[in-house]
Protein backbone atom coordinates (compact mmCIF):
# COMPACT_ATOMS: atom_id res chain seq x y z
CA UNK A 1 0.00 0.00 0.00
CA UNK A 2 2.93 2.24 0.75
CA UNK A 3 4.84 1.54 -2.42
CA UNK A 4 1.51 2.36 -3.85
CA UNK A 5 1.04 5.34 -2.71
CA UNK A 6 4.59 6.39 -3.60
CA UNK A 7 4.39 5.18 -7.05
CA UNK A 8 1.33 7.48 -7.36
CA UNK A 9 3.16 10.47 -5.39
CA UNK A 10 5.89 9.76 -8.28
CA UNK A 11 3.64 10.63 -11.29
CA UNK A 12 2.12 13.29 -9.51
CA UNK A 13 5.56 14.75 -9.24
CA UNK A 14 6.34 14.29 -13.00
CA UNK A 15 2.86 16.53 -13.79
CA UNK A 16 4.40 18.57 -15.54
CA UNK A 17 6.16 16.79 -17.55
CA UNK A 18 3.49 14.40 -18.87
CA UNK A 19 0.98 17.28 -19.17
CA UNK A 20 2.98 19.19 -21.37
CA UNK A 21 3.79 16.25 -23.59
CA UNK A 22 -0.51 15.64 -23.97
CA UNK A 23 -0.52 19.22 -24.48
CA UNK A 24 1.77 18.97 -26.59
CA UNK A 25 -0.04 16.04 -28.39
CA UNK A 26 -3.27 17.85 -28.80
CA UNK A 27 -1.68 20.80 -30.25
CA UNK A 28 -0.10 18.31 -33.23
CA UNK A 29 -3.76 17.09 -33.29
CA UNK A 30 -5.68 20.03 -34.15
CA UNK A 31 -3.08 22.03 -35.17
CA UNK A 32 -3.91 24.72 -32.88
CA UNK A 33 -7.45 25.88 -34.71
CA UNK A 34 -10.86 25.52 -34.75
CA UNK A 35 -11.13 24.15 -37.29
CA UNK A 36 -8.57 21.53 -36.50
CA UNK A 37 -11.42 20.61 -34.04
CA UNK A 38 -13.58 20.30 -36.68
CA UNK A 39 -11.83 18.62 -38.55
CA UNK A 40 -11.32 15.53 -36.10
CA UNK A 41 -14.65 15.43 -35.00
CA UNK A 42 -15.78 14.51 -38.90
CA UNK A 43 -15.59 11.18 -38.40
CA UNK A 44 -18.18 10.78 -35.42
CA UNK A 45 -20.53 13.17 -36.84
CA UNK A 46 -19.94 11.43 -40.42
CA UNK A 47 -20.98 8.52 -39.26
CA UNK A 48 -23.66 9.39 -37.05
CA UNK A 49 -25.32 10.61 -40.03
CA UNK A 50 -24.78 8.04 -42.49
CA UNK A 51 -25.90 5.51 -39.71
CA UNK A 52 -29.00 7.85 -39.01
CA UNK A 53 -29.85 7.86 -42.88
CA UNK A 54 -29.55 3.95 -43.14
CA UNK A 55 -31.42 3.45 -40.32
CA UNK A 56 -34.70 5.45 -40.66
CA UNK A 57 -34.91 5.37 -43.94
CA UNK A 58 -34.60 0.86 -43.82
CA UNK A 59 -35.93 0.25 -39.83
CA UNK A 60 -37.99 3.56 -39.55
CA UNK A 61 -35.77 4.28 -36.18
CA UNK A 62 -37.00 7.71 -34.49
CA UNK A 63 -33.77 9.82 -35.22
CA UNK A 64 -34.52 11.88 -32.01
CA UNK A 65 -33.44 9.19 -29.65
CA UNK A 66 -31.46 7.20 -32.16
CA UNK A 67 -28.92 10.06 -32.68
CA UNK A 68 -27.66 11.08 -29.54
CA UNK A 69 -27.69 7.55 -28.79
CA UNK A 70 -25.78 6.23 -31.76
CA UNK A 71 -23.15 9.25 -31.31
CA UNK A 72 -22.56 8.72 -27.57
CA UNK A 73 -21.71 5.04 -28.50
CA UNK A 74 -19.39 5.78 -31.40
CA UNK A 75 -17.54 8.45 -29.59
CA UNK A 76 -16.60 6.04 -26.45
CA UNK A 77 -15.60 3.57 -29.14
CA UNK A 78 -13.48 5.91 -30.67
CA UNK A 79 -11.99 7.03 -27.09
CA UNK A 80 -11.62 2.98 -26.22
CA UNK A 81 -10.16 1.88 -29.26
CA UNK A 82 -7.45 4.71 -29.60
CA UNK A 83 -6.43 4.30 -25.86
CA UNK A 84 -5.77 0.89 -26.61
CA UNK A 85 -4.17 1.16 -30.07
CA UNK A 86 -2.12 3.93 -29.49
CA UNK A 87 -1.48 2.52 -26.00
CA UNK A 88 0.12 -0.62 -28.02
CA UNK A 89 3.59 1.99 -28.78
CA UNK A 90 3.17 4.06 -25.36
CA UNK A 91 6.25 2.94 -24.17
CA UNK A 92 7.88 2.55 -27.63
CA UNK A 93 7.11 6.21 -28.47
CA UNK A 94 8.92 6.72 -25.29
CA UNK A 95 11.80 5.12 -25.54
CA UNK A 96 14.20 8.14 -25.45
CA UNK A 97 12.76 9.69 -21.87
CA UNK A 98 12.76 5.86 -20.60
CA UNK A 99 16.04 5.59 -21.42
CA UNK A 100 17.63 8.84 -20.07
CA UNK A 101 15.57 9.41 -16.88
CA UNK A 102 14.02 7.53 -14.52
CA UNK A 103 10.56 8.29 -14.05
CA UNK A 104 7.28 5.74 -13.34
CA UNK A 105 6.53 3.78 -16.18
CA UNK A 106 2.43 4.34 -15.67
CA UNK A 107 3.02 8.45 -17.41
CA UNK A 108 3.43 7.15 -20.54
CA UNK A 109 -0.27 5.14 -21.03
CA UNK A 110 -1.70 8.10 -18.73
CA UNK A 111 -0.17 10.35 -22.02
CA UNK A 112 -1.94 8.25 -24.36
CA UNK A 113 -5.11 7.99 -22.72
CA UNK A 114 -5.38 12.00 -21.92
CA UNK A 115 -4.79 12.77 -25.03
CA UNK A 116 -7.66 10.36 -26.27
CA UNK A 117 -10.27 11.66 -23.46
CA UNK A 118 -9.66 14.89 -24.49
CA UNK A 119 -10.89 14.13 -27.99
CA UNK A 120 -13.56 12.61 -26.30
CA UNK A 121 -14.72 15.21 -24.26
CA UNK A 122 -14.85 17.51 -27.58
CA UNK A 123 -17.35 14.36 -29.17
CA UNK A 124 -19.25 14.25 -25.71
CA UNK A 125 -20.36 17.90 -25.59
CA UNK A 126 -21.27 17.74 -28.82
CA UNK A 127 -23.40 14.92 -28.05
CA UNK A 128 -25.51 16.86 -25.34
CA UNK A 129 -25.79 19.53 -27.93
CA UNK A 130 -27.19 16.72 -30.27
CA UNK A 131 -29.75 15.36 -27.61
CA UNK A 132 -30.91 18.98 -26.31
CA UNK A 133 -31.49 20.05 -30.31
CA UNK A 134 -33.52 17.12 -30.29
CA UNK A 135 -35.37 17.34 -27.04
CA UNK A 136 -35.74 20.53 -25.71
CA UNK A 137 -32.63 22.25 -23.37
CA UNK A 138 -34.23 21.27 -19.98
CA UNK A 139 -34.14 17.60 -21.11
CA UNK A 140 -31.00 16.32 -19.42
CA UNK A 141 -31.68 16.70 -15.55
CA UNK A 142 -29.01 18.53 -13.21
CA UNK A 143 -28.71 14.76 -11.48
CA UNK A 144 -28.18 13.64 -14.96
CA UNK A 145 -25.04 16.39 -15.75
CA UNK A 146 -23.84 15.36 -12.28
CA UNK A 147 -23.74 11.94 -13.05
CA UNK A 148 -21.20 12.44 -16.10
CA UNK A 149 -18.64 13.36 -13.39
CA UNK A 150 -18.24 9.77 -11.30
CA UNK A 151 -18.46 7.88 -15.01
CA UNK A 152 -15.70 10.24 -16.51
CA UNK A 153 -13.57 9.41 -13.21
CA UNK A 154 -14.31 5.72 -14.33
CA UNK A 155 -13.39 6.09 -17.88
CA UNK A 156 -10.39 7.67 -17.69
CA UNK A 157 -9.18 5.02 -14.91
CA UNK A 158 -10.35 2.05 -17.13
CA UNK A 159 -8.62 3.69 -20.18
CA UNK A 160 -5.51 4.35 -18.05
CA UNK A 161 -5.34 0.54 -17.48
CA UNK A 162 -6.54 -0.58 -21.08
CA UNK A 163 -3.56 1.44 -22.23
CA UNK A 164 -0.90 0.32 -19.72
CA UNK A 165 -2.52 -3.23 -20.27
CA UNK A 166 -1.94 -2.86 -24.23
CA UNK A 167 1.23 -1.29 -23.80
CA UNK A 168 2.75 -3.95 -21.83
CA UNK A 169 1.60 -6.87 -24.00
CA UNK A 170 2.77 -5.02 -27.17
CA UNK A 171 6.27 -4.81 -25.20
CA UNK A 172 6.11 -8.59 -25.24
CA UNK A 173 4.33 -9.34 -28.24
CA UNK A 174 5.28 -7.04 -31.23
CA UNK A 175 2.56 -7.95 -33.18
CA UNK A 176 -0.13 -7.41 -30.73
CA UNK A 177 -1.30 -3.94 -32.30
CA UNK A 178 -2.19 -5.40 -35.47
CA UNK A 179 -4.18 -8.67 -33.98
CA UNK A 180 -6.28 -5.78 -31.68
CA UNK A 181 -7.24 -3.61 -34.51
CA UNK A 182 -9.27 -6.94 -36.10
CA UNK A 183 -10.13 -7.74 -32.26
CA UNK A 184 -11.36 -4.26 -31.93
CA UNK A 185 -13.45 -4.86 -35.29
CA UNK A 186 -15.36 -7.67 -34.39
CA UNK A 187 -16.16 -6.35 -30.63
CA UNK A 188 -17.27 -3.33 -32.34
CA UNK A 189 -20.23 -5.53 -33.83
CA UNK A 190 -20.62 -7.63 -30.07
CA UNK A 191 -21.25 -4.43 -28.21
CA UNK A 192 -24.39 -2.27 -28.57
CA UNK A 193 -23.06 0.81 -30.00
CA UNK A 194 -25.21 0.52 -33.87
CA UNK A 195 -28.43 -1.40 -32.21
CA UNK A 196 -31.32 0.69 -30.65
CA UNK A 197 -32.16 -1.24 -27.14
CA UNK A 198 -35.18 -3.11 -28.85
CA UNK A 199 -32.24 -4.65 -30.95
CA UNK A 200 -30.12 -5.25 -28.07
CA UNK A 201 -33.28 -6.78 -26.48
CA UNK A 202 -33.66 -9.64 -28.65
CA UNK A 203 -29.86 -10.10 -29.64
CA UNK A 204 -29.65 -10.80 -25.86
CA UNK A 205 -32.52 -13.32 -25.85
CA UNK A 206 -30.78 -15.48 -28.45
CA UNK A 207 -28.77 -18.29 -27.10
CA UNK A 208 -26.17 -18.16 -29.77
CA UNK A 209 -24.70 -14.36 -29.15
CA UNK A 210 -26.65 -13.28 -25.86
CA UNK A 211 -23.70 -13.94 -23.60
CA UNK A 212 -21.51 -12.49 -25.43
CA UNK A 213 -23.23 -9.32 -25.69
CA UNK A 214 -23.68 -10.05 -21.76
CA UNK A 215 -20.11 -10.63 -21.17
CA UNK A 216 -19.02 -8.13 -22.73
CA UNK A 217 -16.12 -5.75 -21.08
CA UNK A 218 -17.11 -2.54 -22.90
CA UNK A 219 -20.66 -2.46 -21.91
CA UNK A 220 -21.24 -1.50 -18.17
CA UNK A 221 -19.23 2.09 -19.04
CA UNK A 222 -20.86 2.18 -22.59
CA UNK A 223 -24.55 2.47 -20.23
CA UNK A 224 -23.13 5.18 -17.61
CA UNK A 225 -21.96 7.37 -20.64
CA UNK A 226 -25.44 6.94 -22.95
CA UNK A 227 -28.01 7.01 -20.27
CA UNK A 228 -27.75 10.95 -19.30
CA UNK A 229 -28.08 11.56 -22.91
CA UNK A 230 -30.45 9.58 -23.77
CA UNK A 231 -32.78 9.55 -21.05
CA UNK A 232 -31.65 12.81 -19.45
CA UNK A 233 -31.64 10.90 -16.16
CA UNK A 234 -28.82 9.61 -14.14
CA UNK A 235 -27.92 6.03 -14.76
CA UNK A 236 -29.19 3.28 -12.43
CA UNK A 237 -27.07 2.64 -9.05
CA UNK A 238 -26.73 -1.27 -10.65
CA UNK A 239 -25.08 0.29 -14.01
CA UNK A 240 -22.74 2.16 -11.45
CA UNK A 241 -21.88 -1.10 -9.66
CA UNK A 242 -20.99 -2.85 -12.98
CA UNK A 243 -18.77 0.13 -14.28
CA UNK A 244 -17.25 0.44 -10.77
CA UNK A 245 -16.83 -3.57 -10.37
CA UNK A 246 -15.51 -4.04 -14.43
CA UNK A 247 -12.96 -0.44 -13.56
CA UNK A 248 -10.88 -2.10 -10.47
CA UNK A 249 -11.00 -5.24 -11.71
CA UNK A 250 -9.31 -3.69 -14.91
CA UNK A 251 -6.78 -1.33 -12.98
CA UNK A 252 -6.05 -4.26 -10.32
CA UNK A 253 -5.09 -6.56 -13.26
CA UNK A 254 -2.82 -3.51 -14.67
CA UNK A 255 -0.96 -2.68 -11.62
CA UNK A 256 -0.12 -6.05 -11.25
CA UNK A 257 1.23 -6.38 -14.92
CA UNK A 258 3.12 -3.10 -14.24
CA UNK A 259 4.45 -4.02 -11.15
CA UNK A 260 6.01 -7.20 -12.70
CA UNK A 261 6.87 -5.25 -15.73
CA UNK A 262 8.10 -2.01 -14.58
CA UNK A 263 11.58 -2.87 -14.35
CA UNK A 264 11.98 -4.91 -17.19
CA UNK A 265 10.46 -3.29 -19.71
CA UNK A 266 13.76 -1.27 -20.89
CA UNK A 267 14.99 -4.49 -21.56
CA UNK A 268 12.79 -5.35 -24.18
CA UNK A 269 12.11 -2.17 -26.07
CA UNK B 1 25.40 14.74 1.25
CA UNK B 2 26.04 13.54 -1.91
CA UNK B 3 27.16 9.61 -1.73
CA UNK B 4 27.05 6.27 -4.06
CA UNK B 5 27.48 2.94 -2.36
CA UNK B 6 26.88 -0.30 -4.25
CA UNK B 7 27.30 -3.65 -2.50
CA UNK B 8 27.63 -7.16 -4.95
CA UNK B 9 25.44 -5.12 -7.33
CA UNK B 10 24.37 -7.57 -10.16
CA UNK B 11 22.21 -6.80 -13.10
CA UNK B 12 21.17 -9.48 -15.32
CA UNK B 13 18.37 -9.77 -18.43
CA UNK B 14 16.66 -11.93 -20.69
CA UNK B 15 16.44 -11.17 -24.42
CA UNK B 16 15.99 -13.56 -27.58
CA UNK B 17 19.10 -14.92 -29.20
CA UNK B 18 17.50 -14.15 -32.66
CA UNK B 19 14.48 -11.61 -32.71
CA UNK B 20 11.90 -9.92 -30.86
CA UNK B 21 9.26 -12.36 -30.68
CA UNK B 22 5.77 -11.50 -31.72
CA UNK B 23 2.69 -14.03 -30.70
CA UNK B 24 2.86 -15.48 -34.05
CA UNK B 25 5.74 -16.91 -33.84
CA UNK B 26 4.86 -17.52 -29.77
CA UNK B 27 1.58 -19.37 -30.57
CA UNK B 28 3.58 -21.39 -33.86
CA UNK B 29 7.04 -21.49 -32.46
CA UNK B 30 6.81 -22.07 -28.26
CA UNK B 31 3.28 -24.24 -27.77
CA UNK B 32 3.62 -26.94 -30.62
CA UNK B 33 6.97 -26.80 -30.87
CA UNK B 34 10.64 -26.44 -28.95
CA UNK B 35 12.02 -23.26 -29.32
CA UNK B 36 14.46 -22.47 -32.15
CA UNK B 37 14.92 -18.53 -30.60
CA UNK B 38 15.66 -19.35 -26.56
CA UNK B 39 16.27 -17.01 -24.22
CA UNK B 40 19.63 -15.52 -23.43
CA UNK B 41 20.30 -14.18 -20.07
CA UNK B 42 22.78 -11.33 -20.40
CA UNK B 43 24.75 -10.77 -17.05
CA UNK B 44 25.32 -6.80 -17.91
CA UNK B 45 26.77 -6.43 -14.36
CA UNK B 46 28.17 -8.86 -12.08
CA UNK B 47 29.42 -8.12 -8.05
CA UNK B 48 30.17 -4.82 -8.58
CA UNK B 49 30.83 -3.08 -4.99
CA UNK B 50 31.69 0.68 -5.27
CA UNK B 51 31.84 3.79 -2.69
CA UNK B 52 32.07 6.94 -3.65
CA UNK B 53 31.97 9.69 -1.20
CA UNK B 54 32.41 13.19 -1.49
CA UNK B 55 34.77 14.95 -3.89
CA UNK B 56 35.57 12.01 -6.00
CA UNK B 57 35.95 12.47 -9.47
CA UNK B 58 35.91 8.64 -10.55
CA UNK B 59 36.84 7.21 -13.89
CA UNK B 60 35.38 4.21 -15.35
CA UNK B 61 37.77 2.51 -17.98
CA UNK B 62 37.05 -0.44 -19.99
CA UNK B 63 36.90 -2.21 -23.22
CA UNK B 64 33.89 -1.68 -25.74
CA UNK B 65 30.86 -3.83 -23.99
CA UNK B 66 32.91 -4.33 -20.43
CA UNK B 67 29.86 -2.47 -18.61
CA UNK B 68 31.19 0.86 -17.98
CA UNK B 69 27.87 2.83 -19.76
CA UNK B 70 25.55 0.02 -17.95
CA UNK B 71 27.17 0.71 -14.77
CA UNK B 72 26.45 4.63 -15.02
CA UNK B 73 22.94 4.07 -16.33
CA UNK B 74 22.09 1.90 -13.30
CA UNK B 75 23.34 4.88 -10.69
CA UNK B 76 21.14 7.43 -13.08
CA UNK B 77 18.09 4.93 -12.28
CA UNK B 78 17.40 3.79 -15.67
CA UNK B 79 18.50 0.06 -14.63
CA UNK B 80 17.61 -1.40 -11.59
CA UNK B 81 19.51 -3.84 -10.56
CA UNK B 82 18.79 -7.22 -10.28
CA UNK B 83 21.14 -8.42 -7.41
CA UNK B 84 22.49 -6.38 -4.52
CA UNK B 85 21.72 -3.35 -2.75
CA UNK B 86 22.43 0.29 -3.70
CA UNK B 87 22.22 3.71 -2.67
CA UNK B 88 22.80 6.60 -4.80
CA UNK B 89 22.01 9.76 -2.73
CA UNK B 90 22.05 13.23 -4.45
CA UNK B 91 20.43 15.17 -6.97
CA UNK B 92 21.72 13.23 -10.13
CA UNK B 93 22.53 14.83 -13.48
CA UNK B 94 23.51 12.43 -16.60
CA UNK B 95 24.99 13.05 -19.63
CA UNK B 96 24.68 10.09 -22.05
CA UNK B 97 22.08 9.22 -24.83
CA UNK B 98 21.99 13.07 -25.29
CA UNK B 99 20.60 12.96 -29.23
CA UNK B 100 17.73 10.99 -27.67
CA UNK B 101 14.49 12.04 -26.20
CA UNK B 102 12.95 14.99 -28.35
CA UNK B 103 9.10 15.64 -29.68
CA UNK B 104 10.20 15.78 -32.84
CA UNK B 105 7.28 17.68 -33.55
CA UNK B 106 7.84 20.40 -31.35
CA UNK B 107 10.05 23.06 -31.53
CA UNK B 108 13.45 23.65 -29.33
CA UNK B 109 11.74 25.77 -26.82
CA UNK B 110 8.96 23.85 -26.20
CA UNK B 111 11.61 20.37 -26.11
CA UNK B 112 13.40 22.30 -23.69
CA UNK B 113 10.47 22.51 -21.47
CA UNK B 114 9.95 18.88 -21.76
CA UNK B 115 13.14 18.08 -21.40
CA UNK B 116 13.86 20.28 -18.15
CA UNK B 117 10.10 18.83 -16.48
CA UNK B 118 11.63 15.38 -17.17
CA UNK B 119 14.53 16.16 -15.17
CA UNK B 120 12.17 17.27 -11.91
CA UNK B 121 11.97 20.86 -13.28
CA UNK B 122 9.40 23.08 -12.28
CA UNK B 123 7.12 25.78 -14.86
CA UNK B 124 8.61 28.56 -12.59
CA UNK B 125 12.42 27.21 -12.61
CA UNK B 126 12.26 26.31 -16.00
CA UNK B 127 11.21 30.19 -16.79
CA UNK B 128 13.81 31.41 -15.07
CA UNK B 129 16.70 29.10 -17.13
CA UNK B 130 14.98 29.45 -20.25
CA UNK B 131 16.97 31.93 -21.96
CA UNK B 132 20.18 31.29 -20.44
CA UNK B 133 19.53 27.69 -21.94
CA UNK B 134 18.41 29.20 -25.58
CA UNK B 135 21.54 31.66 -25.19
CA UNK B 136 24.02 28.72 -25.07
CA UNK B 137 22.92 26.72 -27.49
CA UNK B 138 23.62 29.08 -30.07
CA UNK B 139 20.63 27.98 -32.20
CA UNK B 140 19.19 31.65 -32.62
CA UNK B 141 15.88 31.61 -34.29
CA UNK B 142 16.21 27.76 -35.36
CA UNK B 143 14.71 27.27 -31.48
CA UNK B 144 11.51 28.29 -32.76
CA UNK B 145 11.36 25.39 -35.98
CA UNK B 146 10.23 21.59 -34.57
CA UNK B 147 12.78 19.90 -33.92
CA UNK B 148 12.58 17.33 -36.72
CA UNK B 149 14.53 19.77 -38.96
CA UNK B 150 17.31 20.26 -36.51
CA UNK B 151 21.06 18.08 -37.82
CA UNK B 152 22.45 15.94 -35.96
CA UNK B 153 24.48 18.99 -34.30
CA UNK B 154 22.25 21.09 -33.88
CA UNK B 155 20.14 18.31 -31.66
CA UNK B 156 23.10 17.46 -29.38
CA UNK B 157 23.82 21.28 -28.92
CA UNK B 158 20.57 21.62 -27.86
CA UNK B 159 20.30 18.32 -25.66
CA UNK B 160 23.45 19.18 -23.89
CA UNK B 161 22.64 23.00 -23.12
CA UNK B 162 19.10 21.57 -21.84
CA UNK B 163 21.16 18.72 -19.40
CA UNK B 164 23.75 21.24 -18.36
CA UNK B 165 21.81 23.71 -16.80
CA UNK B 166 21.29 22.13 -13.89
CA UNK B 167 23.46 22.40 -10.83
CA UNK B 168 23.84 18.53 -9.94
CA UNK B 169 25.33 17.08 -7.16
CA UNK B 170 25.98 13.79 -8.52
CA UNK B 171 27.14 14.35 -12.11
CA UNK B 172 27.05 11.33 -14.80
CA UNK B 173 29.03 11.63 -17.81
CA UNK B 174 29.08 9.58 -20.77
CA UNK B 175 31.79 10.08 -23.74
CA UNK B 176 30.07 13.66 -24.22
CA UNK B 177 33.12 15.62 -24.61
CA UNK B 178 33.17 16.01 -28.39
CA UNK B 179 29.85 17.87 -28.58
CA UNK B 180 29.05 20.05 -31.59
CA UNK B 181 31.20 22.23 -34.26
CA UNK B 182 34.61 23.74 -32.72
CA UNK B 183 33.33 26.93 -31.37
CA UNK B 184 30.90 24.67 -29.52
CA UNK B 185 32.95 22.54 -28.72
CA UNK B 186 35.24 24.65 -26.75
CA UNK B 187 32.13 26.10 -24.60
CA UNK B 188 30.83 22.60 -23.99
CA UNK B 189 34.73 22.04 -22.65
CA UNK B 190 34.59 24.83 -20.20
CA UNK B 191 30.96 24.40 -19.36
CA UNK B 192 31.74 20.73 -18.01
CA UNK B 193 34.59 21.88 -16.03
CA UNK B 194 32.63 24.15 -14.46
CA UNK B 195 29.93 21.85 -13.43
CA UNK B 196 32.50 19.48 -12.48
CA UNK B 197 33.93 22.01 -10.14
CA UNK B 198 30.57 22.12 -8.61
CA UNK B 199 29.28 18.59 -8.75
CA UNK B 200 30.03 16.93 -5.16
CA UNK B 201 30.95 13.96 -7.02
CA UNK B 202 30.93 12.70 -10.43
CA UNK B 203 31.80 9.50 -12.06
CA UNK B 204 33.09 9.46 -15.83
CA UNK B 205 32.92 7.07 -18.83
CA UNK B 206 35.74 7.75 -21.27
CA UNK B 207 38.16 5.74 -23.84
CA UNK B 208 40.07 9.16 -23.46
CA UNK B 209 43.04 8.25 -20.93
CA UNK B 210 44.54 11.39 -21.02
CA UNK B 211 41.37 13.40 -20.06
CA UNK B 212 40.57 10.94 -17.43
CA UNK B 213 44.00 10.97 -16.13
CA UNK B 214 43.17 14.62 -15.96
CA UNK B 215 40.18 15.25 -14.35
CA UNK B 216 39.79 12.37 -12.08
CA UNK B 217 41.55 11.08 -8.70
CA UNK B 218 39.86 7.53 -8.94
CA UNK B 219 39.68 4.68 -11.70
CA UNK B 220 37.84 1.64 -12.02
CA UNK B 221 38.42 -0.72 -14.48
CA UNK B 222 35.55 -3.09 -15.97
CA UNK B 223 35.94 -5.93 -17.87
CA UNK B 224 33.19 -8.36 -18.86
CA UNK B 225 30.73 -6.53 -16.28
CA UNK B 226 32.73 -6.98 -13.38
CA UNK B 227 35.32 -4.46 -11.44
CA UNK B 228 38.58 -5.68 -11.95
CA UNK B 229 40.61 -3.07 -10.22
CA UNK B 230 39.63 0.11 -8.34
CA UNK B 231 42.44 2.37 -7.09
CA UNK B 232 44.11 5.78 -7.71
CA UNK B 233 43.86 6.90 -11.45
CA UNK B 234 47.07 6.60 -12.36
CA UNK B 235 47.49 3.15 -10.95
CA UNK B 236 44.47 1.87 -12.78
CA UNK B 237 45.28 3.77 -16.31
CA UNK B 238 48.69 2.21 -16.12
CA UNK B 239 47.66 -1.11 -15.42
CA UNK B 240 44.69 -1.22 -18.10
CA UNK B 241 47.72 0.32 -21.05
CA UNK B 242 50.07 -2.34 -20.19
CA UNK B 243 47.07 -4.46 -20.56
CA UNK B 244 46.12 -3.37 -23.57
CA UNK B 245 50.35 -3.27 -24.78
CA UNK B 246 50.07 -7.33 -24.09
CA UNK B 247 47.40 -7.77 -25.58
CA UNK B 248 48.85 -5.95 -28.66
CA UNK B 249 52.50 -7.61 -28.46
CA UNK B 250 50.41 -11.28 -28.08
Known sequence: ?269 | MARIELNSIGLTFRVRRHFRMGLKEFLLGQMFRRSRNPMLDVHALSGVNLRVERGDRVGVIGHNGAGKSTLLKLLAGVYQPTHGTMAVEGKVSSLFDLALGFETDASGWENIAYRSYLQGETPRTVKAKRDAIAEFTGLGDFLNTPVRYYSAGMLVRLAFSIATAIDPEILLVDEVLSVGDLAFQEKARQRMHDMMDRAHLMVMVSHDLEALAKICNRAIWMDHGRMIQEGPIEQIVAAYRASAMTVKAA
Request: contains cysteine; proline residues 5%; aromatic residues 14%.
Open chain 1, 1 to 269: MKGLFSYLQAIWARRHFWLSLVRCDIRARYRGSLLGIAWSMLQPIAMTTILCGVFSTIFHTAIADFAPYLMAGLTYWQFITTTSLLGCHCFFTSECYIRQHPAPMAIYPLRTMLGSAFHFLIGYVLVIGLSLAFHGVGFISVAGLLSLIPTFVLLAAFGWALAIIFGLATVRFRDLKHLSEVGFQALFYLTPIMYGPDQVQSLLERRTVGWMFTLNPFVPILNLIRDPVVAGLPPALSSYLAGTLLTLTTVVVAGLALRSQERKIIFNL
